[in-house]
């Protein structure tokens, strides 16, 4: 399978913070047995809030866990975490997906942001491109995401198009191209790059893949290792119950949550305003679900989003062949650890 981490290409690199929590040894897999690693898929971003809340206001302490963050090596949390390098670390619903149907031994735990945090992203003056079908014909900057392409290609059919545009892979220079308008469309993190364009002075006009008949997913969750999870029910529990409570004070208090962050990675955001923006854009439009409810997980969502990847083949088992039937979804998540 194909390394990809979304959320690597979504976020510019920041400086890389001089807090990490973490020791070179236990980055090289050689923690104490004690210790639980959570790996991060990039530099701490505004998804990571609810763990530095849990770092920052002593809620792992008050539950008696040692934690040490992983710093992003370049190696994804899926590959860390099942390899029982990390106990947890964070991914998305697609990478969890690909990851568990190709044998991985990870677990889905918590989902901290309910729904599509990415929007299809056009500039604004393109008065040539204002709905998803005009996208036809038209030049994608990618970022060879498995299953981007064919997610944006049955939104444009979902809106009468023919769901086909040139397609170019320029990573986190896929902003910029647009902006340019060397490319005409992307796919943007919306509470960092919609904000970061906005700062910038180039508005953009965003698409949403709800608005045009595609399968909410959820943007950011949290995989432990199945077979830790089985050895260390009481501690999981705990460790899980602890970071979403820091999701649900970021939910309920954005610049608390903001703050966080900041002072767990002195110097690492030149904007800090920017972060604070964006985690008052996640608590408002993408941390809690139907209920109101902060980290859950639901059967539904799941599949729906997983179906769409099974259904286009994209998916495929431990022996590298495209899986035949549909898998029990509900062997790819749990929500037992979560608080009720």
Not at 46 to 60: P, R
Not at 91 to 115: C, D
Not at 218 to 224: E, R
Request: with cysteine; proline share 4%; hydrophobic share 40%.
């Amino acid at each position: 399978m194909a390394r990809v981490v979304t959320l690597r290409h979504r976020i510019r690199a920041l400086t890389v913070a001089t807090l990490t929590l973490c020791a070179v040894s236990a980055c090289a897999g050689g923690g104490s047995d004690d210790t639980i690693r959570f790996a991060l898929d990039w530099t701490p971003n505004t998804n990571h809030t609810g763990l530095y809340v849990a770092v920052q206001e002593g809620l792992f302490d008050d539950a008696g866990l040692d934690v040490e963050i992983l710093p992003y090596n370049g190696a994804t949390p899926d590959t860390l975490v099942d390899a029982g390098n990390a106990e947890f670390g964070i991914s998305t619903h697609g990478m969890a997906t690909f990851s568990r149907s190709s044998g991985a031994r990870t677990l889905t735990v918590l989902a901290p942001l309910q729904h599509w945090a990415t929007g299809i992203g056009v500039k604004a003056d393109r008065a040539d491109l204002t709905r998803p079908a005009d996208l036809d014909g038209h030049v994608y900057a990618g970022f060879a995401d498995p299953g981007d392409a064919e997610a944006l290609a049955q939104v444009i059919r979902n809106d009468g198009g023919r769901g086909e545009f040139e397609e170019v892979v320029l990573g986190t220079s896929a902003y910029e191209a647009v902006y340019s308008g060397t490319a005409d469309f992307t796919v943007s993190y919306l509470a960092w790059e919609g904000l970061e364009a906005e700062h910038r002075g180039l508005p953009m006009r965003y698409f949403d893949y709800t608005d045009y008949g595609f399968p909410d997913q959820y943007a950011i969750v949290v995989n432990g290792n199945e077979d830790w999870l089985t050895e260390n029910q009481d501690r999981a529990r705990a460790f899980v119950q602890a970071v979403q409570r820091g999701y649900e004070i970021a939910a309920d208090d954005p610049d608390r949550g903001a703050r966080a962050l900041l002072d767990a990675n002195p110097g690492a955001f030149p904007d800090e305003e920017l972060v604070f923006e964006s985690q008052r854009m996640l608590s408002a439009d993408y941390m809690r679900d139907d209920q109101g409810r902060v980290g859950t997980l639901d059967a539904s969502t799941w599949a729906g989003y997983a179906r769409f990847l099974y259904e286009q083949g994209l998916l495929t088992g431990p022996d590298g062949s495209p899986l035949t039937s549909e898998p029990d979804w509900s062997t790819y998540f749990t929500d037992d650890y979560r608080t009720p």
